[in-house]
Protein backbone atom coordinates (compact mmCIF):
# COMPACT_ATOMS: atom_id res chain seq x y z
CA UNK A 1 0.00 0.00 0.00
CA UNK A 2 1.18 3.93 -1.02
CA UNK A 3 -0.06 7.15 0.84
CA UNK A 4 0.34 9.86 -1.15
CA UNK A 5 0.96 13.57 -0.29
CA UNK A 6 -0.75 16.95 -1.60
CA UNK A 7 2.30 17.38 -3.47
CA UNK A 8 2.47 14.03 -5.59
CA UNK A 9 4.75 12.18 -3.19
CA UNK A 10 4.17 8.78 -2.31
CA UNK A 11 6.06 6.33 -0.11
CA UNK A 12 5.00 2.78 1.30
CA UNK A 13 3.30 3.02 4.41
CA UNK A 14 4.92 -0.17 5.55
CA UNK A 15 7.91 2.22 5.61
CA UNK A 16 7.23 4.92 7.76
CA UNK A 17 7.72 3.37 10.99
CA UNK A 18 11.73 3.54 10.47
CA UNK A 19 12.51 6.28 8.61
CA UNK A 20 14.79 5.30 6.63
CA UNK A 21 12.67 5.32 3.34
CA UNK A 22 12.50 6.99 0.06
CA UNK A 23 9.85 8.82 -1.86
CA UNK A 24 9.11 9.39 -5.30
CA UNK A 25 6.89 11.06 -7.54
CA UNK A 26 5.54 11.55 -11.38
CA UNK A 27 6.76 13.98 -13.14
CA UNK A 28 6.11 13.98 -16.81
CA UNK A 29 8.10 10.93 -18.14
CA UNK A 30 10.83 10.97 -15.52
CA UNK A 31 10.45 10.08 -11.74
CA UNK A 32 11.85 11.63 -8.81
CA UNK A 33 13.22 10.71 -5.50
CA UNK A 34 14.07 11.94 -2.38
CA UNK A 35 14.69 11.44 1.16
CA UNK A 36 11.74 11.08 3.39
CA UNK A 37 13.38 12.29 6.67
CA UNK A 38 14.67 15.64 4.78
CA UNK A 39 10.96 16.31 3.19
CA UNK A 40 11.28 19.90 0.87
CA UNK A 41 14.47 20.10 2.18
CA UNK A 42 15.50 17.07 0.43
CA UNK A 43 17.67 16.46 -2.94
CA UNK A 44 15.13 15.62 -5.75
CA UNK A 45 17.11 13.12 -8.31
CA UNK A 46 15.52 13.05 -11.10
CA UNK A 47 15.82 9.59 -13.14
CA UNK A 48 14.37 8.20 -16.61
CA UNK A 49 11.66 5.66 -16.29
CA UNK A 50 14.55 2.83 -17.38
CA UNK A 51 17.07 4.22 -14.67
CA UNK A 52 14.19 3.94 -12.38
CA UNK A 53 13.41 0.22 -13.16
CA UNK A 54 17.14 -0.39 -13.04
CA UNK A 55 17.35 1.18 -9.31
CA UNK A 56 14.15 -0.56 -8.16
CA UNK A 57 14.95 -4.02 -8.99
CA UNK A 58 18.39 -3.23 -7.89
CA UNK A 59 17.04 -2.44 -4.49
CA UNK A 60 14.76 -5.23 -4.53
CA UNK A 61 17.38 -7.36 -4.77
CA UNK A 62 19.48 -6.20 -1.94
CA UNK A 63 22.12 -4.81 -4.53
CA UNK A 64 22.31 -1.30 -2.37
CA UNK A 65 21.83 -2.47 1.07
CA UNK A 66 25.76 -1.82 1.46
CA UNK A 67 25.59 1.90 0.50
CA UNK A 68 26.06 5.06 2.96
CA UNK A 69 27.30 2.73 5.57
Given at each position: MMTASND???K???SSGGGDCVEMRAAHDRIQVRDS???SGSPIHTLTLSSFAVWLKSAKNGE???LGR
Amino acid sequence: MMTASNDGWIKATASSGGGDCVEMRAAHDRIQVRDSKLGSGSPIHTLTLSSFAVWLKSAKNGELDHLGR
